[in-house]
Structure formats: structure tokens, C-alpha cells
């Protein structure tokens, strides 16, 4: 049965629907607003594109390494830590 | 003192903590340093994750290279930094309404619309060009400015990947909060992209 729905609930299904598979009274009311209100049919590909974009973030190309100092740190703290003993 | 016969054709090779960082270190930093907004916390994260692999090293199995064992507990490790960062675990929805924008701030209260100055806007190339690069870092930007609780669900669930279950096990939330969560900060940071210049070229 369809039934309406409000933006917000639709664009909280929205979320629930990247997760798993909607129940199929949610699934049609989400597809009945989304038939008819512009601004969620929008805010469902932007809400999959920021998902996308965090996704990429992660995977900048260049990007330092540890500095001398850094390392020279962590080198002290593992020799701390029992590296130097055997 | 004869050796036996039947010797394992390829003995695993032991692990080599002293050369762990001269190996790995670079790798296991820059995929903290993607993870977290400072440099330090980066820095701390490569530190534990040598001195909980130097503890474990007996449980060391060799079945994974130690490359893949190492990147293992770093994961463990920053799902452990955002489960500090979002802290109060058992956190009822009224005590989250005071950490930010809600959803009446995007939705009419009497009928769950959007309000007026939030309709999603188009975000088409055409409007707002922006380097992929660019809005890579507008995205960083915008989910450090989360309620750290929002920052820590949607890091894990978009950023780590982990389902819905693990996340609400890790950080202690039932799925009802779980929802909420992840609504309120794809919401929020789809507005913080949008007034950082996504789709905003049309009306400037």
C-alpha cells in the first residue's frame, strides 16, 4: 500500500536503502515521493555522491611520508619497547 | 643429529620487527594520515600499531604477510580512535539534539518538508565547477566540523566501510540512533559542501 510520506523520512529511507533492501511498503512509498518531489530525487544522488566522494578522499595520491622526526621518534619508542633487546 | 625428512617445503618466513618501520612505515602513515586531521594523531596511530604488533608477535601466524597483519590492527586501531572521539556511548536522542543542527533545522516541522532556504539545490558540473581534487578537500574540511559523534559514524560506515551492525556494536548505539546519526551528518555535510561552492556559481 502506498502511502505519503514526508522529505524527511524519505531522505532517512534513503539512507536506510544504501544499507540494505527496503521492506516493500517503504520501498514504495520512498519510489512514490520520489516520483513526485524534485528536491529528494536531487538530495538521492548528492547523499550517494558524498558517499563516493568520503569513499576517494582516502585514496589522495601524494601525500608525505612519516618526517625524519617522526621517525626518529617511533624508532626510540619500539627500542623502548623491546626492540633492542634481542 | 639428522633432519627429518618431510620439512614443510616453504617455512614461513619469522617476522622482523627491526625492520618494520623501515619497511611499512611510510605506508601505514599515509593511510592514517588520510584518516585523521592531524599529523600527531597520524603519527600516534603508526606508533600503536607497532607496539601492539611487537606484544602480539607470538600470535604472528604467518598465514597473512606481515605487511597485511600490520594494516590489520591499524584498522583495529582507528576504529578505536573514532570510538574515543565519539565517547559517550550510551547517549540517549535528547542529549544528541544538543550536539548540532537537527532535522527541524532542514525540515518543516509540521509536515516534514524541506524549508524553504534548505531545498537540495542543483549541484550540476555546469553550475559549480569544481576540481575533483578540490572537493576532496572540502568534504575533510566539512566532516571535521561534524558533532564527533556524527563524525564518527560516518567515518566508519563511509570512510571504513563497516556495516550498520559493527558500528552500532562498536560504538555502543542502537540502530534507532545508528539512523539518526547517519541522516543528520549526510544532511549537515551536504550543506557545508554546498555553501563551500558546490552548486553555488548560479546564484553568486
Redo the contacts between chains.
Keep these: 500500500m502506498l502511502r505519503i510520506i514526508s522529505c524527511q523520512r524519505a531522505t532517512l529511507l534513503l539512507e536506510q536503502r544504501a544499507e540494505a533492501a527496503l521492506p516493500p511498503t517503504e520501498r514504495n512509498s520512498l519510489w512514490l515521493h520520489l516520483r513526485y518531489c524534485p528536491y529528494c530525487r536531487r538530495y538521492a544522488r548528492q547523499t550517494v555522491l558524498i558517499a563516493e566522494l568520503a569513499r576517494a578522499a582516502t585514496a589522495a595520491p601524494e601525500q608525505a611520508g612519516l618526517s625524519a622526526e617522526a621517525r626518529q621518534r617511533l624508532q626510540e619508542r619500539l627500542r623502548q619497547a623491546g626492540l633492542g633487546r634481542s | 643429529m639428522s633432519l627429518p625428512s618431510h620439512l614443510p617445503a616453504a617455512a614461513p618466513a619469522p617476522p622482523e620487527?627491526?625492520l618494520?618501520?623501515a619497511r611499512y612505515?611510510?605506508?601505514l602513515?599515509?593511510?592514517a594520515?588520510?584518516?585523521v586531521p592531524d599529523?600527531a594523531s597520524a603519527?600516534e596511530l603508526?606508533?600503536d600499531t607497532?607496539?601492539s604488533a611487537?606484544d602480539g608477535l607470538a600470535s604472528f601466524r604467518a598465514e597473512a604477510s606481515e605487511r597485511t597483519w600490520l594494516f590489520v590492527i591499524l584498522k583495529r586501531k582507528l576504529i578505536d580512535y573514532y570510538r574515543r572521539r565519539a565517547r559517550h556511548p550510551e547517549i540517549g536522542l535528547e542529549a544528541l539534539d544538543a550536539t548540532g543542527p537537527t532535522?527541524a533545522t532542514?525540515?518543516e516541522l509540521h509536515?516534514?518538508?524541506?524549508r524553504g532556504e534548505q531545498?537540495?539545490?542543483?549541484?550540476d558540473p555546469a553550475d559549480g565547477p569544481m576540481e575533483?581534487?578540490e572537493?576532496?578537500e572540502v568534504?575533510?574540511r566539512c566532516?571535521q566540523k561534524l558533532p564527533p559523534q556524527q563524525e564518527a559514524v560516518?567515518?566508519l560506515r563511509?570512510?571504513e566501510?563497516l556495516?550498520?551492525e559493527e558500528i552500532c556494536r562498536e560504538l555502543g548505539l542502537s540502530a534507532a540512533n545508528y539512523?539518526v546519526l547517519?541522516?543528520r551528518a549526510?544532511?549537515q555535510?551536504?550543506r557545508c559542501?554546498e555553501k563551500n561552492g558546490l552548486g553555488r556559481a548560479a546564484t553568486a
Design positions: 620487527p627491526q618494520w618501520l612505515g611510510d605506508e602513515y599515509r593511510y594520515r588520510a584518516r599529523a603519527e603508526v606508533q607497532l607496539l611487537l532535522e532542514f525540515f509536515n516534514g518538508h524541506w531545498h537540495p539545490i542543483s549541484w575533483l581534487q572537493l576532496r568534504l575533510r566532516q560516518f567515518a563511509f570512510v566501510e556495516s550498520a539512523w547517519v541522516h549526510k544532511l555535510l551536504r559542501l
